[in-house]
């Protein structure tokens, strides 16, 4: 009763007995920690680790979405394409895996290394080349020291259901991401639809001088059998001149289908070869990033605690353990 009395009358003068603990709790719990070593150390090496983190450089990553057009029928000579771009494990078909190769091929990051940037400044002697630090040296070394680089700052990825391509590009700043998502892009779609005409061209070469010589054929196996016509015009009495009636409308007929055949695919090869539509659509447009992906203070100071209290509690438990062993053998 009088406990009641007492608990109504501090609730009704305002003042709750639980914050005071609550208070008296976090206090407790402090004066613990700032009396733990591992603690205090954890926390340190923490803070440490954040603040250095800052004196990073920031990188900002931008990403784009694009729908490669994968030709329905077969383009030239298709090793040829994939060599042009250095691909020497080469399935034999446009696949969205050709095109993942492509933008991460030495030819399109050699491209890449050489152009000047507007995010670079206005300097227009600078690449991006030159902004990795390569300066001197032979060109073609200072280009595969770049490619190593830069290919750890472009990355793909494939969605084969979807039939799409995400590229993610990793740059010094915002724009200069946005800026060479931009480039891959436009030099990868560029280098593809020429590299495509060009065989489409070589192939369409090849099938007119084919188409020729099928036409002659054609022309060669109707004259025969037109000629055979005029000299036999009563054959179907002689078994012998029915039969080779016969073989010659055989051979027309395969002449003819062949010729049909190698037209079709002359046609195509000239569709091919005159076709000017982008080999990559956007899906999504390089984005402008607002924020670093890299670093992360507060995530490089929790993880650098982390690892301190983790190294703290393994050497605790080996001396523990290494005392008891002592122990037992004494």
Do not use: C
């Amino acid at each position: 009763m009088n406990g009641d009395v007492l608990t109504k009358s501090k609730r009704i003068g305002g003042v709750s007995p639980e914050p005071e603990n609550l208070r008296g709790s976090i206090a407790v719990w402090a004066s613990r920690i700032s009396r733990d070593t591992t603690t205090r150390l954890a926390l340190i090496i923490g803070l440490a680790a954040g603040l250095l983190s800052l004196l990073l450089p920031a990188k900002y990553s931008s990403k784009a979405v694009v729908f490669p057009q994968l030709p329905s029928t077969p383009v030239g000579n298709l090793a040829g394409i994939a060599a042009q771009f250095g691909l020497a494990n080469f399935a034999g078909t446009l696949t969205l895996s050709f095109y993942d190769d492509v933008i991460s091929s030495s030819t399109v990051l050699d491209s890449l290394l050489i152009r000047h940037y507007v995010a670079l400044g206005s300097d227009t002697n600078a690449s991006l080349l030159t902004d990795l630090g390569y300066t001197s040296g032979p060109l073609s070394k200072r280009l595969e020291k770049g490619r190593k680089k830069l290919s750890h700052y472009v990355s793909t990825n494939d969605d084969e259901a979807a039939g799409l391509v995400t590229l993610t590009i990793t740059a010094s700043s915002p724009e200069f991401a946005v800026e060479l998502a931009d480039s891959v892009l436009a030099i990868a779609n560029r280098l593809t639809a020429d590299a495509l005409v060009q065989q489409a061209s070589i192939q369409r070469a090849y099938l007119e001088a084919r188409l020729r010589e099928a036409r002659q054929d054609l022309t060669d196996r109707e004259n025969d059998l037109q000629r055979f016509y005029e000299e036999n015009r009563t054959y179907q009495q002689s078994p012998a001149l029915v039969a080779r009636e016969a073989r010659l409308h055989r051979e027309a007929d395969m002449s003819r289908d062949l010729y049909i055949s190698v037209r079709q695919q002359y046609d195509q090869a000239r569709l091919s070869e005159a076709r000017n539509v982008p080999s990559l659509s956007f899906i999504g447009v390089p984005t402008l990033p607002y924020k670093p992906d890299w670093p992360k203070p507060l995530l490089n100071g929790v993880l650098a605690a982390l690892a301190v209290i983790s190294l703290r509690f393994t050497w605790r438990q080996w001396r523990r353990t290494r005392h008891h062993t002592e122990s037992d053998l004494s």
